[in-house]
């Protein structure tokens, strides 16, 4: 089983829609989690990033984790065509090491 | 956005020829990654460097050396290169590698390998 698990799509949701975005990963010692975003052709850059369990938010995107069922999600509220892109979830390596371990992204599209 | 450059942006090569793809960074940050990006299989990191001549080995290293002879520079070298080689390169750069440590990705690398 890959450590990171990601639902690949595609999803394709109406502009306004709220979107959820989610992974699951298999080993409860990592600490940090990262939501990367990847727009067509160009490198992922980063969207949020959270620490231990509970809700973070910014702007129309909240991203949440929950240990207790090793779940990590990202949800877009009032979802425009600018957030069209590919979503990838990310985990810190256990014992804080340098290394990221990437899920293998979900594509969005959001129609207008 | 984050300085970080890669050359060439492009590549077509032929099976059995070497090709070293560069990263170069102007932030002065200590670690450097690279990452090959394939359908189905997402992004995965082949090695990575934590200071100048200190390198190690990620998930798929096998067919892939580096080196770093100056903090600003991390070249990817593909000794002869092989069809399943064929990806998108990305390298990604961050400051200090702990907990946390937020990792900057360039713009990509397309490689054609026929």
């Known amino acids: 089983q890959k450590e990171v698990e990601q639902d690949p799509g595609p999803l394709s949701v109406p502009e306004g829609a709220i979107v959820s975005l989610n992974c699951t990963y298999s080993n409860s010692a990592f600490q940090y989690f990262m939501w990367y975003r990847q727009y067509s052709r160009k490198g992922p850059e980063l969207l949020m990033y959270?620490?231990?369990?509970g809700n973070k938010e910014d702007g129309r995107f909240t991203a949440q984790v929950d240990k207790s069922s090793k779940y990590i999600s990202l949800f877009i509220r009032d979802s425009q065509p600018s957030d069209s892109a590919t979503y990838l979830c990310a985990k810190q390596d256990q014992g804080g090491s340098e290394k990221l371990v990437f899920g293998k992204g979900t594509k969005l599209t959001v129609n207008p | 956005d984050a300085g970080i450059t890669q050359s060439p942006r492009h590549k077509v090569t032929e099976t059995g020829t070497p090709v070293t793809l560069r990263c170069h960074q102007t932030?002065?940050?200590?670690?450097m990654y690279w990452y090959r990006q394939d359908p189905g299989h997402g992004l995965r990191l082949i090695h990575y460097?934590?200071?100048?001549?200190?390198?190690d080995k990620g998930e798929v290293s096998d067919g892939y050396s580096v080196s770093r002879s100056k903090t600003e520079d991390f070249l990817l070298t593909l000794e002869s290169a092989t069809s399943s080689q064929t990806s998108v390169y990305f390298c990604?750069?961050?400051?200090?590698?702990?907990?946390?440590?937020?990792?900057?990705f360039g713009p990509g690398t397309r490689l054609t390998v026929l």
């Open positions: 932030e002065n940050h200590r670690y």
């Open positions: 460097s934590y200071g100048v001549k200190d390198t």
């Open positions: 990604a750069i961050s400051g200090y590698g702990g907990d946390s440590d937020t990792q900057y």
């Open positions: 959270t620490y231990s369990s």
